[in-house]
């Protein structure tokens, strides 16, 4: 149990002044409801939007096998040093989303427009949380983003970023955009 400190009478009398001016609140008497979450309106994607972001996303595609511990991957045809650089935080991410508690579905579309905003923004490195927990996102986005054409490469984040629960990912810019990535 806390100590009670003790206070001065000179400390009460400066408390007493302050709120001589003050008057009693009056109770509006009415209940006001927060809205349940659940109840709340999110702007929906429109159907051939929805489909065209998850074009590249299949749940049965099992390419990436999940090792414990750190999960890396670079595509074909890239530098093979780019996992090394993302593993040491040497390529800073410049979004971050974050997937925990939503269900596979939410995830996945969540991720797509990441991708696609990604593009728009011309941002080469973002970091997706993906959380530990049961480890079904863990094993899911690793396989959702080998398929998509715009990966480039990525590797489980540096601890600063959340290690074994985040990925950072490196991603292909539009043709013209330039990118700074160490060497």
């Not at 429109?46 to 996303?57: C, D, G, I």
Request: charged fraction near 20%; proline fraction near 7%.
């Amino acid at each position: 149990m806390p100590k009670k400190t003790e206070i001065s009478p000179e400390d009460s009398q400066l408390f007493r002044d302050i709120v001589a001016d003050a008057s009693p609140m009056v109770q509006d008497k009415k209940w006001h409801h927060s809205t349940p979450v659940a109840a709340k309106t999110k702007a929906k994607a429109r159907p051939e939007t929805e489909q065209q972001a998850l074009f590249y996303f299949s749940d049965q595609y099992e390419g990436y096998v999940c090792n414990e511990g750190a999960q890396s991957f670079v595509a074909d045809g890239e530098d093979p040093l780019l996992a090394r650089a993302l593993k040491r935080g040497q390529i800073q991410p410049q979004v971050t989303l974050d997937l925990h508690g939503m269900t596979q579905q939410q995830a996945k579309l969540e991720l797509a427009a990441l991708l696609h905003w990604c593009q728009q923004q011309q941002l080469h490195c973002a970091c997706i949380v993906h959380g530990k927990g049961l480890g079904i996102l863990a094993r899911k986005v690793p396989n959702w983003l080998i398929q998509h054409p715009n990966v480039r490469a990525f590797h489980s984040a540096p601890r600063s970023w959340g290690r074994d629960g985040a990925l950072l990912v490196l991603l292909r810019l539009p043709k013209g955009a330039v990118a700074d990535i160490p060497k």
